[in-house]
């Protein structure tokens, strides 16, 4: 099977502006996860869809936002970026949820100037 | 809210010397406990969990509730095991990984 894409693989905006990533994960799996990864901070958990739905949702600002198709494929959306949104971003696949093996993307590198 | 700390940034190893990468959680219930691994220009992907109690590429990690660790070992480190490693734990059901922040291991030859 091929594994999860991500794209755009590099991104470069400046503030004020918004972005859309996307991620299509691997055929059969329902639930997609978004992780933000930064130096300081590590891996981040942002939200994770299942069927169409946000199933759980992190600690970020309202500025970031997610949706998912009915093919599973996800996006992710930061409005008005700051610098301070400057990361990797992960995507991560799973049959069912959390409690399976998720599967991950290799990422989008987004900077923010 | 639930934690997970690894105390090293990096580590530094001889090859064929032990390794021990450290995870530390907090949460009073019983957890999942994961290692994920990243190698060089690779994804992140999973190493090893704790119910699964297997050995993957020589690595085990032993779940120790009273002492809330995890921690991985290897007896003899080999070149390719140079990686960036994450601890991570989730506390059931469809709950989201929490991740900690990263032990970059580094073997020399």
């Known amino acids: 099977k091929a594994g999860v894409t991500q794209t755009p693989r590099y991104l470069i905006k400046t503030r004020g502006q918004q972005v859309t990533l996307s991620c299509s994960p691997i055929?059969?799996?329902?639930?997609v996860s978004w992780y933000q990864q930064t130096p300081g901070q590590g891996l981040q958990f942002l939200f994770e869809?299942?069927?169409?739905?946000?199933?759980n949702k992190g600690n970020f600002p309202g500025r970031f936002s997610g949706r998912q198709f009915s093919n599973s494929r996800s996006e992710m959306n930061v409005s008005t970026l700051e610098l301070g949104d400057s990361a990797l971003y992960l995507c991560?696949?799973?049959?069912?949820?959390?409690?399976?093996?998720?599967?991950f993307g290799p990422g989008t590198r987004l900077t923010v100037l | 809210a639930q934690r997970v700390t690894q105390p090293e940034k990096l580590l530094s190893v001889f090859k064929g010397a032990p390794v021990e990468l450290k995870c530390n959680y907090s949460?009073?219930?019983?957890?999942?406990l994961f290692w994920y691994v990243q190698y060089s220009r690779q994804r992140l992907q999973l190493l090893l969990r704790?119910?699964s109690r297997e050995s993957i590429k020589g690595f085990t990690a032993d779940l120790n509730k009273g002492e809330t660790s995890f921690h991985l070992k290897k007896p003899f480190a080999q070149e390719e095991d140079s990686a960036m490693y994450y601890c991570?734990?989730?506390?059931?059901?469809?709950?989201?990984?929490?991740f900690g922040k990263g032990t970059r291991l580094s073997v020399i030859a």
């Open positions: 991560a696949s799973s049959p069912q949820g959390t409690y399976n093996e998720q599967f």
């Open positions: 055929s059969g799996h329902r639930s």
């Open positions: 869809y299942f069927s169409e739905t946000q199933r």
């Open positions: 949460y009073s219930g019983s957890p999942e």
């Open positions: 704790h119910i």
């Open positions: 991570a734990l989730k506390i059931g059901g469809n709950t989201p990984l929490v």
